[in-house]
């Protein structure tokens, strides 16, 4: 399919825009885009500026992300139901921001959330670098990322059991439901290096993911540095999934149902699926992120609780697609 | 020249030796046939030698950095596994990568030699076994090297497809290139390579023409099993008849 990447970027480009024009402030087309470039401080160029500029390139940015990770995880272990979070990143992350609530870490400057949710995130590739090794294949990897998962899910249900402030118990439930509402500017430049450097590292996997179709020994045969890649993934993976849980939260179900939809339109190949997630992972975020305003605009819809519930159904018929074909 | 050398290679399993000690050369324009019965440490052999599996001794293509094997020699692995369901040609095309993924006209040559060109645009995963693997000793063609290692590149398949397989290898040797693999059909190895190299408890007990190689003493040893030997106007024939009590 020729057109998918023009297609995939215009509808990118569309909800992108779309997210900036929808909000309770209700602004004219003409008044927000204007107000986007303009200097001075009015309401309007606040609101623009400082409030939906930095949640639509949060969305565009973390979606992109959970979907190239999404699909770079599935090409690794060759396995359609991998997901970005298979390594234990996410959970880690998680772990870090509830530690950051818990302690009123999270309340004494902006930013020590998303620093205490990449902490944790590094804290995981650590374990990952010990447990699945230099040399570890595929399987340890799972293993190791399936392990650290259930540590960090374990203490995350820690904190909350041992919480005696019911309030910071509510806010660390809300916060793991994920969400792009007020954040700022400085959540941005916090994120995005981190998710450019991890989205770069992992679309260089292209070459390789392609020879990994037949296998880790005949992608070897073809010369591809396995343990070169192993990396690449685990630390681009850990970069641009660890920054975005820290900003975004946990949003679910994104990495894995974008390259699930997109797989048949590329031909298959891992090489074209990544760019092609990543544009995917984009567009369903910014739809989500814009949904939940336009569903409930006074309820402060959760992100990942509105990704999940029109995800899992979404897989469900994919699933029910396939046992049909297979049948 | 020279295509493979090993000097006692030696790839161990825990404590036990799977290979043991393994000499040999591989040079321009040889079929070679590996042959052992099941657990002589074939496969294990031509892993080791690629640098697949941790080995003692030396094996001039481990020690070559990955783009340069690549380039000096093809692996058919045993298993047919493809992951993701995408066109016979984009398979085939995989085996380009260590040219830079440029070479159509490699990909066309392997398409032709294993009578591919039909199935070009079908999608691999949903051919039957057979039909897959002859797109897989495709994709290894593709890769055009001096050398190609493939592990059971016969197995599964019909009469004809293996008989043809067995001459595109031939073909390939008469070039001036070199095929090591490794087949459990001794009637297909004794008619079609040039060389056997016998394999048992990962020690190389014989390394010859077939003639010499395949003799009832070895073959009651080694394999536990009697033959019918013929020399024929084709080649030569063997066919097992029995087992040794």
């Known amino acids: 399919m020729k057109m998918l990447f023009p297609l995939l970027a215009l509808l990118v480009a569309a909800l992108f825009a779309a997210s900036l024009l929808i909000g309770p402030a209700g602004l004219g087309l003409g008044e927000s885009l204007a107000a986007l470039f303009r200097g001075e401080g009015g309401p309007v160029v606040l609101v623009m500026q400082e409030i939906r500029l930095p949640r639509a390139i949060l969305g565009l940015l973390t979606g992109a992300a959970f979907g190239l990770a999404g699909a770079a995880m599935q090409g690794y272990l060759r396995n359609p139901l991998a997901e970005p979070g298979l390594i234990g990143v996410s959970s880690s992350a998680a772990l870090g921001a509830v530690l950051a609530l818990q302690t009123g870490l999270a309340a004494s400057f902006a930013l020590a959330l998303p620093l205490a949710a990449l902490a944790g995130a590094a804290g995981s590739v650590l374990v990952i670098l010990l447990l699945a090794g230099p040399r570890g294949g595929a399987l340890a990897l799972i293993l190791a990322g399936i392990a650290i998962s259930a540590l960090a899910a374990a203490l995350t249900s820690l904190v909350l059991n041992l919480s005696p402030n019911p309030f910071a118990a509510m806010e660390i439930v809300y916060w793991m439901m994920g969400s792009l509402a007020d954040r700022s500017m400085t959540h941005v430049w916090l994120a995005a290096p981190f998710i450019l450097i991890g989205m770069g590292a992992l679309l260089t996997l292209g070459p390789g993911l392609d020879a990994l179709t037949l296998g880790e020994d005949a992608a070897h045969s073809m010369g591809v540095n396995l343990g070169r890649l192993r990396w690449t993934l685990i630390l681009g993976t850990a970069a641009a999934i660890g920054a975005s849980v820290a900003v975004a939260g946990a949003v679910g179900f994104v990495g894995l149902v974008v390259p699930h939809i997109l797989r048949p339109l590329v031909g298959a190949r891992p090489s074209r699926l990544l760019p092609a997630a990543a544009l995917g992972g984009a567009a369903m975020l910014l739809a989500a992120d814009i949904a939940t305003r336009l569903i409930a605009p006074d309820k402060d819809l959760k992100l990942g609780v509105l990704t999940a519930i029109v995800g899992t159904p979404f897989f469900l018929h994919l699933i029910w697609r396939m046992r049909r074909v297979e049948a | ?245």
């Open chain 2, 1 to 245: 020249m020279t295509l493979l050398a090993l000097e006692n290679l030696t790839v161990r399993r825990g404590e036990c030796p799977v290979v043991d000690g393994v000499t040999l050369t591989i040079g321009e324009g040889e079929f070679v046939g590996l042959i052992g019965p099941n657990g002589a440490g074939k496969t294990s052999l031509l892993r080791g030698a690629l640098g697949l599996l941790p080995h003692q001794g030396r094996s001039s293509l481990s020690a070559l950095p990955p783009k340069a094997r690549a380039k000096a020699a093809a692996f058919l692995p045993q298993g047919r596994d493809i992951a993701w369901p995408v066109t016979v040609e984009t398979l085939v095309a995989l085996g380009r990568a260590p040219h830079g993924g440029t070479g159509a006209a490699a990909v066309n040559d392997a398409l032709d030699r294993m009578a591919l060109h039909a199935y070009r645009h079908r999608i691999a995963t949903a051919l039957s076994g057979g039909e897959q693997a002859r797109v897989l000793i495709a994709r290894a063609l593709a890769q055009e090297t001096p050398l190609l290692l493939a592990d059971e590149p016969v197995a599964g398949l019909d009469p004809e497809a293996q008989i043809r397989t067995m001459e595109v290898f031939a073909g390939l040797a008469a070039e001036g290139r070199a095929v090591v693999a490794s087949i459990h059909d001794l009637g297909l190895a004794a008619r079609h390579c040039s060389r056997l190299l016998m394999l048992h408890r990962g020690q190389l007990v014989a390394d010859g023409p077939p003639a010499e190689v395949l003799t009832d003493r070895r073959l009651a040893e080694v394999f536990g099993i009697r033959g019918f030997h013929a020399d024929t106007p084709d080649g030569p024939v063997f066919q097992p008849t029995g087992v040794v009590r």
